[in-house]
């Protein structure tokens, strides 16, 4: 399954930076008038356009109805998101779960709201400058529409180097966020409002966790990774042989029908070859079908092309 991507805004003028690239251009919309233009581009199938081109909405991630059991697909999602704002000019958020976000163009009425679910799924980053706003799942390729030559963001460092990464809403770059989860962006001619729409306390059940909190977790994650399984039947987990990526191995065992795969990266030099080790015996372990994926390139040339990527650092060593 290829991965969702998305650039879109709001602009005083045109649309910043390329026309939509043609890996995007499954979901190109666009609204113009004489105060400026509204567009998006996307490629995968969770997109959804209202009959008379004025509003535009993608749903990143998996989502289903609250309290139910069963997935809703992208672009049936995105067309109930639509139909609720429409009537209600809001998101529905409490109406759904899961792990997403939610990105609505309105032409007619100028505004642009991104929302990320408690759990979402991925990064939405946005910025503001003089030309409006300007929202992507992927900081590097954002950074390179704005209008503006973007600027390091000092406050950012010491967090940077003392994490390797920076966390929170704010990145390498000055002005640049990212959506935080449960967060609500609405950007409108008048400028941009940013609210905690979610939070934990108000999440379902999150009230009733007793004694029983390690059951309802297991419960949950094997529910979780069973869809995940149903909706993706060739996919497979990353087993280092870690406490996380075992247990999750545990739990996609649970769903596999037949003897499930798993892979790890393996890099043949002697200070890692106890990794290896390592993820073979938690394989052995739990009998899955193991798979080694070489990493034979200097491990400079990964991180470099990782950074270059994504403009984001990697936030474990082997995720590069």
């Avoid at 009425?109 to 991925?122: H, I, K, S, T």
């Avoid at 390498?172 to 306390?201: H, K, Y």
Wanted: aromatic share 8%.
């Amino acid at each position: 399954m290829k991965p969702i991507g998305f650039r879109g805004g709001m602009s005083s003028g045109s649309a910043p930076g390329d026309p939509p690239r043609p890996d995007l251009d499954s979901c190109s919309w666009s609204w113009t008038d004489p105060n400026g233009q509204l567009f998006l581009a996307s490629h995968g199938s969770a997109c959804h356009r209202s009959p008379d081109g004025s509003l535009a909405v993608l749903v990143r991630g998996h989502m289903r109805a609250a309290r139910t059991t069963h997935g809703i697909p992208g672009a049936r999602a995105a067309a109930q998101i639509a139909a609720h704002y429409e009537k209600n000019q809001v998101l529905p958020t409490d109406s759904y779960e899961g792990s997403y976000t939610i990105a609505l163009l309105d032409g007619r009425r100028r505004r642009v709201l991104l929302y990320r679910n408690l759990a979402g799924a991925g990064f939405t980053y946005y910025t503001v400058g003089r030309r409006g706003l300007l929202f992507g799942g992927n900081l590097a390729e954002l950074v390179e529409d704005m209008a503006e030559a973007p600027k390091p963001n000092r406050g950012a460092l010491p967090a940077f180097f003392l994490y390797r990464f920076v966390p929170g809403r704010e990145t390498l770059f000055d002005r640049v966020f990212r959506l935080m989860p449960g967060e609500l962006i609405v950007c409108g001619d008048t400028g941009i409002a940013r609210r905690q729409q979610e939070t934990l306390a108000r999440s379902p059940g999150a009230a009733t966790l007793g004694p029983d909190a390690a059951d309802r977790m297991e419960e949950t994650l094997g529910a979780v990774v069973a869809l995940g399984r149903e909706e993706h039947p060739r996919g497979a987990n990353l087993l280092s042989g870690g406490v996380d990526s075992t247990y999750l191995q545990a739990l996609w065992n649970r769903a596999a029908s037949g003897r499930p795969v798993s892979y790890s990266v393996s890099v043949d030099h002697a200070v890692t070859r106890l990794d290896t080790d390592y993820a073979l015996s938690a394989a052995c372990a739990l009998n899955t079908d193991h798979r080694l994926v070489s990493a034979d390139a200097p491990y400079m040339d990964f991180l470099i092309d990782t950074i270059a990527g994504t403009g984001e650092p990697p936030n474990h060593v082997m995720a590069a």
